[in-house]
């Protein structure tokens, strides 16, 4: 085998992530999209390293075969969404509807990890860390094209967005990195994720400031209940509104634009939670008009876990601190950049990130965002049908997204979770017996699937306690 080819794929993928033009970057070229330019001309055509040869007796390397993924189905195709479905490793028979915990990862988004971390292993000693040397590792440097492609998808510009880990970290970098003093409130709701909230608990505890959650009413079903609950609780000394943009547990859609509005009125910052929202509804910067985001890929946008956005508008980055830090710690020509020094990283998950980015903007997400409303507005609908059957998540049509939470009256959660696996390999998550089941509809899913869940729960409400 040639040996200069795993490098040369390597090269690819790596010069593709340090390749951006100005124009995809920032219109009108300021320093910082410059430098990946100058990064992208430096780079030239990928070097030529004479083989070695291999060690007398040792047998020849071979390559390893990768798992060739399904033939991608034409737009018309009738059974289109069955072949999508085939582009996942989820056995036939079983449906996974966990989505809002973790996505199940397409075929030829694993494979760019499995194939980029390989490359890497074969080539690592040609790492000399010359200046038109791709990358081996993430956690140092600016990754402008990928950035780029990931803004274009949420509309925002290339350095308002910031590659981390997860939303988690994101959470972490805007709570502890903002300057709040004894008395300052936090306004949020009461049923965050851990960690959209645990970082401004820690804040009360540490530095005196207020936590302040609203009581969400269950299920939520009035825009402008949620909108006048933040309203009523905003004194002269809240600083900011805090909201997930889907709620956890109960999957509210909140009114992020009108939250938004509302925080910059008062003289507040608007902070959202955004872990489940890329991929499964719209998400556009600009138009909900927060001051800061965090969000998980590995969600709904398919990439694998290690994968996280953290977006803040260019005039209100100088508002935050950066809490981890390394060289660039305060690069401020750079954007977010400065919120990316995370030490050294597996950059095969940022490889896979833009192949997740690719695989949803093949499907098209106005198409993929279509098929979760419809797969799950058809869930909503059959419960409605069923007496006993309680709908814990939002039916309005501004609030309901792709995730249902529903109940049985007299089924335990957990009973009903483990019922619906042992019946019909339907994979859903316990959220206590208030709420009951999570059932989060993706494009993998189907509409027997839904069928199933239905015929399901009608069964159980039958069957004597």
């Given at each position: 085998?040639?040996?200069?080819?795993?490098?040369?794929?390597?090269?690819?993928?790596?010069?593709?992530?340090?390749s951006?033009?100005?124009?995809?970057?920032?219109?009108?070229?300021n320093?910082?999209?410059?430098?990946?330019?100058?990064?992208?001309?430096?780079?030239?055509?990928?070097r030529?390293?004479?083989?070695?040869?291999?060690?007398?007796?040792?047998?020849?390397?071979a390559?390893?075969?990768?798992?060739?993924?399904?033939?991608?189905?034409?737009?018309?195709?009738?059974?289109?969404?069955?072949?999508?479905?085939?582009?996942?490793?989820?056995?036939?028979?079983?449906?996974?509807?966990?989505?809002g915990?973790?996505?199940?990862?397409?075929?030829?988004?694993?494979?760019?990890?499995?194939?980029?971390?390989?490359?890497?292993?074969?080539?690592?000693?040609?790492?000399?860390?010359?200046?038109?040397?791709?990358?081996?590792?993430?956690?140092?440097?600016?990754?402008v094209?990928?950035?780029?492609?990931?803004?274009?998808?949420?509309?925002?510009?290339?350095?308002?967005?910031?590659?981390?880990?997860?939303?988690?970290?994101?959470m972490?970098?805007?709570?502890?990195?903002?300057?709040?003093?004894?008395?300052?409130?936090?306004?949020?709701?009461?049923?965050?994720?851990?960690?959209?909230?645990?970082?401004?608990?820690?804040?009360?505890?540490?530095?005196?400031?207020?936590?302040?959650?609203?009581?969400?009413?269950?299920?939520?079903?009035?825009?402008?209940?949620?909108?006048h609950?933040?309203?009523?609780?905003?004194?002269?000394?809240?600083?900011?509104?805090?909201?997930?943009?889907?709620?956890?547990?109960?999957?509210?859609?909140?009114?992020?634009?009108?939250l938004?509005?509302?925080?910059?009125?008062?003289?507040?910052?608007?902070?959202?939670?955004?872990?489940?929202?890329?991929?499964?509804?719209?998400?556009?910067?600009?138009?909900?008009?927060?001051?800061?985001?965090?969000?998980?890929?590995?969600?709904?946008?398919?990439?694998?876990?290690?994968?996280?956005?953290?977006?803040?508008?260019?005039?209100?980055?100088d508002?935050?601190?950066?809490?981890?830090?390394?060289?660039e710690?305060?690069?401020h020509?750079?954007?977010?950049?400065?919120?990316?020094?995370?030490?050294?990283?597996?950059?095969?998950l940022?490889a896979?990130?833009?192949?997740?980015?690719?695989?949803?903007n093949?499907?098209?997400?106005?198409?993929?965002?279509?098929?979760?409303?419809?797969?799950?507005?058809?869930?909503?609908?059959?419960?409605?049908?069923?007496?006993?059957?309680?709908?814990?998540?939002?039916?309005?049509?501004?609030?309901?997204?792709?995730?249902?939470?529903?109940?049985?009256?007299?089924?335990?959660?957990?009973?009903?979770?483990?019922?619906?696996?042992?019946?019909?390999?339907?994979r859903?998550?316990?959220?206590?017996?208030?709420?009951?089941?999570?059932?989060?509809?993706?494009?993998?899913?189907s509409?027997?699937?839904?069928?199933?869940?239905?015929?399901?729960?009608?069964?159980?409400?039958?069957?004597?306690?």
């Amino acid at each position: 085998m040639d040996s200069r080819l795993p490098y040369d794929r390597l090269w690819a993928v790596r010069l593709r992530s340090c390749s951006a033009s100005l124009s995809e970057v920032e219109p009108g070229g300021n320093d910082w999209s410059r430098s990946a330019l100058t990064i992208s001309r430096r780079a030239g055509p990928a070097r030529q390293f004479p083989t070695r040869p291999a060690r007398p007796g040792a047998p020849a390397a071979a390559p390893v075969p990768l798992s060739a993924a399904p033939p991608w189905p034409d737009d018309s195709d009738p059974q289109f969404w069955d072949r999508i479905r085939d582009q996942f490793y989820i056995k036939p028979g079983e449906a996974y509807f966990n989505t809002g915990t973790i996505g199940a990862t397409p075929r030829p988004v694993l494979e760019r990890v499995i194939e980029d971390m390989r490359t890497l292993q074969a080539t690592i000693t040609r790492w000399d860390w010359s200046p038109n040397m791709p990358n081996w590792i993430s956690g140092y440097s600016p990754e402008v094209a990928l950035r780029a492609k990931l803004a274009k998808l949420v509309n925002a510009d290339a350095s308002e967005i910031a590659l981390i880990q997860n939303a988690t970290m994101g959470m972490n970098f805007l709570a502890h990195g903002l300057d709040l003093k004894a008395g300052d409130e936090i306004i949020s709701t009461n049923q965050e994720h851990p960690s959209g909230v645990c970082g401004w608990q820690m804040r009360a505890k540490r530095d005196g400031v207020i936590w302040k959650p609203i009581t969400m009413p269950v299920p939520a079903n009035d825009p402008d209940e949620i909108v006048h609950l933040y309203e009523q609780a905003i004194t002269p000394r809240t600083r900011a509104l805090s909201f997930p943009h889907i709620i956890s547990p109960t999957a509210v859609v909140m009114p992020a634009k009108r939250l938004s509005a509302l925080a910059h009125d008062h003289g507040c910052l608007a902070v959202v939670d955004g872990a489940d929202g890329i991929g499964q509804v719209k998400l556009d910067m600009k138009d909900i008009g927060c001051d800061a985001c965090f969000s998980s890929p590995h969600k709904w946008l398919l990439a694998p876990p290690g994968n996280g956005m953290l977006y803040i508008p260019r005039e209100k980055q100088d508002r935050f601190w950066t809490t981890l830090d390394s060289s660039e710690w305060d690069n401020h020509k750079d954007g977010m950049y400065r919120f990316m020094q995370c030490g050294t990283g597996n950059m095969s998950l940022l490889a896979a990130l833009d192949a997740a980015i690719d695989f949803h903007n093949r499907i098209g997400p106005e198409r993929v965002r279509a098929r979760i409303k419809f797969l799950a507005d058809r869930l909503r609908t059959g419960l409605q049908q069923i007496p006993s059957a309680r709908i814990s998540s939002p039916v309005h049509p501004e609030l309901a997204g792709g995730i249902v939470v529903h109940r049985l009256e007299g089924v335990p959660a957990q009973k009903l979770q483990d019922e619906l696996w042992l019946r019909g390999q339907l994979r859903v998550r316990s959220v206590g017996d208030a709420l009951g089941v999570r059932q989060s509809c993706m494009i993998y899913n189907s509409e027997g699937e839904i069928d199933s869940t239905l015929e399901i729960v009608k069964a159980l409400r039958a069957t004597p306690a």
